[in-house]
């Protein structure tokens, strides 16, 4: 569920109360300055170079009396998306209207009023993103400053957007964006991830076809690719991330392709705008980045090119780069422990689980550390170097990290998957032999996370992590290297 921007600044949860960054005076997190106008609103069209249009709204400073306010102002492309909600989002961007921004907002090609078949993130859809960002430009009404934001569609369209360098296109801010639609979302370590197929159902058809035409990465997934653009991706942007949302890998490796011109403001977020969450924020964060790139004011920075607050953690942090921690190594042991001693060499092993149901005893391996004397916070990127053999001719890997409470309440942490066929990339198979050995890794989704004192970490290696993954591997046995020489666990701690 999508949520309205929020301007509580502080909410309990879980007998604890999270706040957002202190506000200081000229700070970015908490700027605010007050509404001016009043909002005009009309249902447009916009016209495409290819002779179509896009059914959108429009939304400029207005007099009280409802007349547009004279003068020209900025603009901002908000939420581009394939949602119909034009109403929703007419109700969010209000805040920016009224403090002197034009604002406009469309639906993508086949969706709402917008003629049309959609095809999310496609050449033709960026190519509409551009033509809308320079009509919007071109208004006698517009200073020819635009900027772009927007949550999960809207900010990978943003950032996709940016790769495509429209003249005037100065900023964006995605929140919860991609770098890469193939593997952050649709193939996840080369393994179709079945979460997505309802959102394709729902919203685009015609993806439960060509995507699964697609199952190695070609041209067809390079055009919905950030990071097959990073080179052009050279504006400011401000990217918002949450530590429990699906994307977070995108959005921290796009900030460390494009260190120089990204910042990173990351909060213990689900999917969606963080306004209204724990620790949340917006939207004058955004203002003040506006402001900032867009309107000629002098709006603060955040304070460092990353903020991040971890899971589970106590406070805001600010870093000058990212990931800020070293990995540690835990061997995956015989005895089934997470230890800095790795111990006697050996081998373990469990059955594929081809079903869609959780994995039980004997379809999966679990490793624990002992109980933190202290709180252990993970910061960065995580991986396990798994060493396998199959029986099979292929096999999928899934590697989930949890935090264990002392009563044994488990909380997922991060996860990572592989295809062992995919294990050299996805671009090419490589074959994969039955009862060969293989050093893989697994790169997990980074993590900002604090572990209690007195709980535990779990790593649980299996075939299947449904509906992360489809339940897809070949039925047969799966067998780890562990102890000396073995398998392990990187953390970033």
């Known amino acids: ?40 609103s009309e249902a447009i069209t916009v016209p495409l170079r290819d002779g179509s249009h896009l059914a959108c709204r429009l939304h400029r400073p207005a007099e009280a009396s409802g007349e547009p306010v004279a003068g020209r102002f900025p603009g901002i492309v908000y939420d581009f998306n394939a949602y119909d909600n034009l109403d929703q989002l007419a109700a969010e961007s209000a805040y920016f209207v009224r403090r002197g921004y034009n604002v406009l907002s469309c639906n993508t090609r086949g969706s709402g009023d917008s003629p049309g078949r959609i095809d999310p993130f496609s050449a033709q859809e ?77 919203v685009a058809p015609d ?43 995108g959005m921290v490796e796009n900030f460390q392709a494009r260190k120089q011109n990204v910042w990173l403001v990351s ?12 620790a949340g924020i917006g939207p004058g964060e955004y203002l003040a980045w506006f402001d900032r790139w867009l309107g000629g004011r002098k709006a603060p920075l955040p304070p460092t090119k990353v903020t991040s607050y971890a899971m589970h953690g106590t406070g805001w942090q600010s870093f000058a780069d990212w990931p800020p921690a070293r990995g540690t190594r835990y061997a995956l042991t015989t005895a089934g422990e997470l230890a800095r001693s790795a111990g006697a060499p050996g081998t373990g092993g469990y059955r594929v689980n081809t079903e869609t149901t959780p994995a039980e005893p004997g379809e999966k391996l679990t490793f624990t550390a002992p109980p933190q004397r202290r709180d252990l916070v993970l910061a960065g990127d995580p991986k396990a170097e798994i060493e396998v053999s199959v029986t099979a001719a292929d096999g999928n890997l899934a590697a989930v990290l949890e935090d264990v409470a002392p009563d044994g309440t488990a909380t997922r942490i991060t996860a990572g998957w592989l295809k062992l066929s995919h294990r050299h990339g996805h671009t090419a198979p490589v074959e994969v ?61």
């Open 267 to 278: 909060g213990p977020w689900e999917h969606g705008w963080p306004a209204g969450q724990p």
């Open 1 to 40: 569920m999508r949520r309205l921007f929020g301007l509580t600044a502080a909410i309990a949860t879980a007998g604890s109360l999270l706040t957002a960054p202190a506000v200081a005076s000229g700070s970015f997190f908490g700027y605010q300055r007050p509404a001016l106008h009043e909002v005009r």
């Open 433 to 493: 032999h039955s009862g060969q050995w293989y050093r893989t890794t697994v790169d997990l989704w980074p993590v900002h996370h604090r572990l209690a004192a007195g709980h535990t970490m779990r790593l649980t290696v299996s075939s299947d992590d449904h509906p992360e993954i489809d339940s897809d591997a070949p039925p047969g046995n799966v067998a780890l290297r562990l102890g000396a020489g073995g398998s392990a666990l990187v953390v970033p701690s």
């Open 126 to 202: 960026q190519t509409d993103n551009h033509d809308i960002i320079e009509w919007l430009a071109a208004r006698p009404w517009s200073t020819g400053r635009i900027g772009q934001i927007g949550v999960s569609y809207g900010g990978h369209a943003a950032l996709l957007a940016a790769t495509r360098k429209p003249p005037h296109l100065e900023t964006i801010i995605p929140v919860n964006g991609i770098s890469d639609w193939y593997e952050n979302t649709i193939y996840r370590g080369g393994i179709y991830s079945a979460r997505i197929r309802d959102w394709q159902r729902q």
């Open 207 to 249: 993806t439960l076809r060509t995507y699964a035409e697609h199952p190695l990465y070609d041209d067809f997934w390079r055009e919905r690719s950030v990071k097959d653009r990073w080179s052009d991706l050279d504006i400011p942007v401000l990217e918002i991330n949450g530590w429990n949302d699906r994307y977070r890998g």
